[in-house]
C-alpha cells in the first residue's frame, strides 16, 4: 500500500498530544523492550530512537485495543490480529493509566462517536440539532443510529 | 518509517462506516512528462484517511493519504471539476482529483476539508461545552426532587431522559464498536436492544448498583461489586468517562445477551 511518507513526517514534527519516553516492544520474534520517544499525534503514534529526529515507525490508532497489562504496562493490539501485541513499560502506573486514557481517546472512530452522543444529548435537552450551524447535520458520519453511506 | 499497514488495509476495507466513497480520477504524477495523464480510483474516506483502490471490489487498497495538514481547493486544470489536495508542507506533492460532475465535486471538497482530526476534535469539544451549559441551565430550571440512591452522590447529568443504551455501541476495542452480531457493526445498527423480545426498557446507568446501593424496578440484574462507582456529575459531562464506566456495563450486558441467544431467545 502506498502512502506518503513525508506527510506522515510531517504529521511526527507536529505538537504532541502526549510524548516521553517507554520503554516499547514490538511484536517481532525475539525483539526486546526498548526505549524510545513514544509521541502522540491525532490518532498515530509516533515512535523515535530517543537521539533520532525522524520517526523509527508509527501506529494508525484506529480499530486497536489498548490494555492494561501487569503493573506500569500496557500494550497496543489491533482487531485483526489481537494477539500481535505492542508493548509499552512505563516509568509508574500513573503514567501508564494516563497513557491508556489518551490513546483510547485518540482514534477518529471514538470523536465520531462522542459527537453523536453529545449531539443527541443536546437535541434531547434543548430541542435543538448542535450540528446546524456548521452545516454539518446531514452528513452521514454524524447520524445517530445506522450509520449507511 | 514503518506503519501498521496491514491493519491500517483492514480498517480500510472492513465494514466500519465511511465518511464518503466515489470513483475519482487521480492525476498522476510523473516528472519530465510533459503530458498529464488520469487514471480512475475508487476512494474511500474514512475519517482523516483517505483511500483509494484500483477497483470498487478491490480488496487492498492501493494507497492511502493522510489528511492532516492539508487544504483541499479547487484548481486550474484542464480537466473539469479538477480540485486539489494541498499540504503545508511546501515540498509535498499535491493530489489532484477530478470527479464525475458538480455535485460530486462539491461532497468530495466539502467531505475532504472537514476530515481532519483537529476539526472533529473542535466540534466535540464545542458540544462538550454546549452540553455542559445545557446541562446547567436545565438543572437551574429543574426543581423536581431527586431520588438519591445514596448520600451525597451527584446525579448523572440526565437522570430519566439518559440515552438509552443501545444508542451507544458496545464500545469495547478502540474505534471498533461489536455488539456480538458478528464483525463491526458500526453504531446503532441491528441493536440487540431494540429487538422485540425485550420489551422493558433500557436500563437506566448502574450508578445505584453498588454493593450496598439498590434501586427498586431495576430491571437489570445486579452486577458485581467492582462496579465503580459514577465519575459523572453535571459539571464533569465528559463522554471519555462515561464511555469507559459504560463500557464495563455493557460488557456485562453483552455477554448477558450472547447467552440469551445462544438459548434462542429472539
Redesign the interface.
Known sequence: MRYNERELLSLARQPAEKAAEILMRVPKKGSVLKKRLVKLVVNFLFYFRTDEAEPIGALLLEHCRITKEEENVFSISFIEEPERKYCFECDSEEQCLEWIEALKRASYEFMRRSLIFYRNEIQKMTGKDPLEQYGISEEARFQLGTHKQ | ???????????AT?D??????GFLRKRVERHHHHATSYQRRWFVL????LFYFEERESR???????L???TVELCEATEEFAFAIR???A???AYVLVADGQAAMEAWVK?LS?AS??Y??L??K???K??EE??KS?AACRKSPRKSSSSGRKRH??NP?L?PLQ???A???????TWGSGG?V????ACPDRDGGHAKPPPLPPRRRLATGSTAGSPVPSFSPAMPESPVSLAT?C??K???WYGQEIAVLRREWQERQKRGHP
Open positions: 518509517m514503518k506503519l501498521n499497514e496491514r491493519s491500517v488495509a483492514h480498517y472492513c466500519s462506516p465511511a465518511d464518503h466513497a474514512k475519517g482523516n484517511l487492498e487498497p492501493l494507497g492511502l493519504v493522510v492532516e495538514g492539508c499540504f503545508d508542507d515540498g509535498a506533492r467531505a472537514r482530526f483537529d472533529m476534535r466540534v466535540v464545542e458540544l462538550e454546549q452540553l445545557a446541562c436545565l447529568l440526565s431522559a440515552l444508542e451507544k455501541p464500545i469495547l476495542e478502540n474505534g471498533y464498536s463491526g458500526p453504531g446503532g445498527a459531562v463522554f471519555s462515561l464511555h469507559s
